[in-house]
């Protein structure tokens, strides 16, 4: 996916509609429940950074608009609960702990990581430093949820079967037992899943996996294939208000479906 062509035609698109907002419904509907995906929180100049100063904002505005709670509540949740918000991290970048971590705590906002295995990480999107063990915990025992990510951050469709228990089981376990943890949610990198990846997770006892499919998270998700919204370092806060309501989340499904398909076409 060119990640420019992308950002400017959902720039146009976001405007479009902050107009028909504008002209149409002066309640806009932020009965919604999301869940969104951060990667790294700095300023650095990657496309999935956010700075600290934008994500604090971010951070807030959702704590005006509704609730943020853990993810393992918001699974829990029954229909009545909506304008709910959880914050993942993708990858386990060290600025989760350095700069998001102290910005979570100041609104007492627990958190998911979904952490990588041992190894050459392979397709990884940044050089980014990772989380070491010790920084991990101490997320760990401040209440955030870790999840996994896959040994070595390749496209799970690309992988043999023997490569695909390797990437989602083995080195997992060993870890499980150096943090000291167990893995109960998954996040599938770039996204990307499959029937068999979905059924080796069921097989190995993990709750829920994650895709970034960003539409709006419902209580009746497919629980091996719960959407969440990617958020990225070209989303000013303007758009990022639009794009957190009903329309806005129905719009960001439908325009990530259609660079799914052209990206397939193009393979
Ligand atoms: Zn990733």
């Known amino acids: 996916m060119k990640i420019k062509l992308s950002i400017a035609l959902r720039k146009i698109s976001l405007k479009v509609i902050q107009k028909w907002q504008k002209i149409f419904c002066n309640n806009k509907d932020l009965?919604?429940?999301?869940i969104l995906c951060y990667h790294d929180i700095s300023e650095k100049e990657w496309d999935w950074s956010v700075t600290p100063v934008e994500f604090e904002d971010q951070i807030k505005y959702l704590l005006k608009v509704g609730r943020i709670v853990r993810l393992d509540k918001l699974i829990r949740s029954?229909?009545?609960?909506?304008?709910?918000f959880t914050i993942t991290f993708d990858d386990g970048y060290e600025s989760v702990y350095k700069n998001a971590f102290p910005i979570l705590e100041k609104y007492n906002v627990k958190?998911?990581?979904f952490i990588l295995g041992k190894g050459k990480h392979t397709d990884l999107l940044s050089e980014a430093e990772l989380l070491n063990e010790k920084q991990i915990k101490k997320l760990r025992s401040a209440g955030w949820q870790i999840g996994y990510h896959s040994k070595i951050h390749s496209n799970l469709n690309d992988l043999a079967d023997s490569d695909l228990v390797e990437s989602l089981v083995i080195d997992k376990n060993k870890l499980e037992k150096n943090l000291s943890l167990n893995f109960r949610y998954f996040s599938y990198?770039?996204?990307r899943y499959s029937k068999k990846a979905k059924k080796v997770l069921k097989n190995e006892g993990y709750k829920a996996a994650f895709t970034i499919e960003g539409s709006e998270y419902k209580n009746k998700s497919d629980l091996y294939r719960i959407?969440?919204?990617?958020?990225?370092k070209h989303?000013?806060?303007t758009d990022f208000k639009t794009l957190f309501t009903s329309e806005g989340l129905k719009f960001n499904n439908l325009f990530t479906k259609l660079l799914n398909i052209k990206d397939r076409l193009q393979k």
């Open 31 to 34: 009965n919604i429940s999301a």
């Open 78 to 84: 029954g229909k009545e609960n909506r304008s709910l």
């Open 111 to 113: 958190a998911t990581v």
């Open 189 to 191: 990198p770039f996204g």
């Open 227 to 232: 959407p969440r919204v990617t958020i990225d």
């Open 235 to 237: 989303l000013y806060f």
